[in-house]
């Protein structure tokens, strides 16, 4: 198998200092506030943020969820996001490529395999979106150093799609060293550029529209998550959008209230066949899998989505992290990460008849699939210090167990239709029907980390 043979070519790739996963973002769903409710926690004082949020509601009312994870996510001046740097044990949450090289690593392989799987084309653009401190493109673009000679003579190239200019300088360092410059003008799409260490070109966008066309595998690992969704409960009248307003017995809270009447939003993203009493709807995240679909579609290549999820199956998921802990959404607004758990259902069906889409599986399952047992063992075999096994054990089990993020955590694609398939028999000719002529060409391979590859 393709994949083993690139694993097995990955022995003599270093160990990378890990930390302790003790910091993954909480799964209890133990949260505090309902619907009515206003937040338990008192605001910070002189938070400019809550004082932007009750400005904001006094002088249009009420505002959905979706404008306060914008505002309070990416606002260009007080965002979380912008303002932060959220990852690691000093920050909010740690994500699956700082718990184990190894997850980094697979993805490599997975973005070689699907280069492979188009026919080698001759430009290679790897697109990832919010890439957090550079740790999962830092992991891939050491894997597509080591197995040069695999991509011939491709061009490569990165593109980093990336809102928070402080977590651009993290990712630059990481990446590039001091090999990367920031652009004179803020207006130019390309924000920052320069080289990585392994000698690529690499790039920052604010959005993906800036990024060039061409064919690209497309990675967005725990992005979608933190994009805006609209919330909407059931009700007797039909359905009603939970929105964000002013507690009135203290006006320094917040609180989430049903709105009586139906919005914009309550009437047009709800599905007719919906049977849920609670859903949360994420257009943004629709439009840009719209836009990779038709990216996919006319330029060839591949998306993977990775992030917690459910297939249309959850309710109620929104919430916050500060300090590796769950905090309540509407506390200190600007101070926390905010989260809701992703729709694949809903990403599929905006996705259309354009594009193949698979999955999602399970963490455990993908990984597993990708031939994560093999590079352990590949690890554990070329590492001697009690403490560095430790980790890679300690970080294989936070990967896999599905008591901890090997269920919880999904994987999703979206592929060209050509990857799938391959041209069909000749069945007539001049009108007379001819005899079936062998189908031109090898077999599509199958998609790595979506089937059983019998890796073990």
Same mark, same amino acid.
């Given at each position: ?44 004082? /002189? ?40 990852? %690691? ?14 997850? %980094? ?13 188009? /026919? ?9 979106? %919010? ?154 995240? /629709? ?166 590859? %019998?890796?073990?």
């Amino acid at each position: 198998m393709r994949t083993v043979r690139a694993l097995q070519k990955l022995r003599g790739v270093l160990v990378r200092p890990c930390p302790p996963p003790l910091f993954v973002r909480s799964w209890s769903m133990a949260q505090s506030q309902s619907f009515s409710s206003s937040s338990a926690e008192k605001p910070m004082p /002189g938070n400019s943020m809550l004082r932007h949020l009750t400005s904001k509601i006094k002088a249009t009312g009420p505002i959905s969820v979706a404008e306060y994870m914008r505002e309070v996510l990416t606002n260009p001046v007080m965002g979380y996001y912008v303002q932060n740097d959220m990852l %690691g044990p000093d920050g909010d949450f740690i994500t699956s490529p700082e718990i184990s090289q190894i997850f %980094g690593e697979l993805l490599g392989i997975w973005c070689l395999s699907e280069w492979m799987g188009a /026919g080698k084309p001759s430009r290679f653009q790897l697109v990832e979106f %919010g890439p957090g401190r550079g740790s999962l493109a830092n992991d891939i673009l050491r894997v597509f150093s080591q197995l040069r000679g695999a991509l011939g003579g491709a061009a490569v190239s990165v593109h980093l799609v990336e809102v928070s200019p402080k977590l651009s300088q993290v990712q630059a360092q990481c990446l590039t060293g001091d090999q990367s410059q920031v652009s004179a003008s803020e207006d130019e799409p390309v924000y920052r550029h320069g080289t990585t260490t392994t000698g690529l070109p690499i790039s920052w966008y604010r959005n993906l529209d800036d990024v060039p066309r061409g064919f690209s595998i497309y990675l967005a690992h725990e992005f979608f998550d933190a994009l805006p969704i609209h919330k909407f409960q059931g009700t007797e009248k039909g359905w009603r959008e939970v929105m964000v307003d002013i507690d009135p017995d203290e006006p320094g809270k917040l609180r989430l209230v049903i709105v009586p009447a139906p919005t914009l939003a309550s009437t047009q993203l709800i599905q007719a066949d919906e049977k849920r009493r609670h859903v949360e709807v994420c257009p943004e995240g /629709g439009v840009i899998v719209q836009r990779l679909a038709n990216r996919i579609t006319e330029d060839g290549g591949a998306a993977l989505i990775a992030d917690y999820g459910h297939d249309g199956t959850k309710m109620d998921t929104f919430r916050g992290f500060k300090g590796h802990k769950l905090h309540d959404v509407l506390a200190s607004p600007g101070s926390a990460d905010l989260t809701a758990d992703v729709d694949y259902s809903y990403l599929r069906r905006m996705a259309g008849a354009t594009v193949a889409c698979m999955g999602p599986v399970s963490q455990k399952d993908f990984l597993k699939n990708m031939g994560i047992d093999t590079r352990l063992q590949v690890l554990l075999r070329n590492c001697a210090d009690p403490s560095t096994r430790a980790q890679l054990i300690q970080g294989y089990d936070m990967l896999t167990n599905p008591l901890k993020m090997g269920e919880r955590f999904q994987f999703f694609t979206m592929l060209n239709h050509s990857r799938l398939t391959r041209p069909e028999p000749e069945q007539s000719k001049g009108g007379k029907k001819m005899a079936p002529v062998p189908k031109k060409g090898p077999a599509p391979l199958p998609v790595a980390g979506f089937s059983e590859l %019998g890796l073990s």
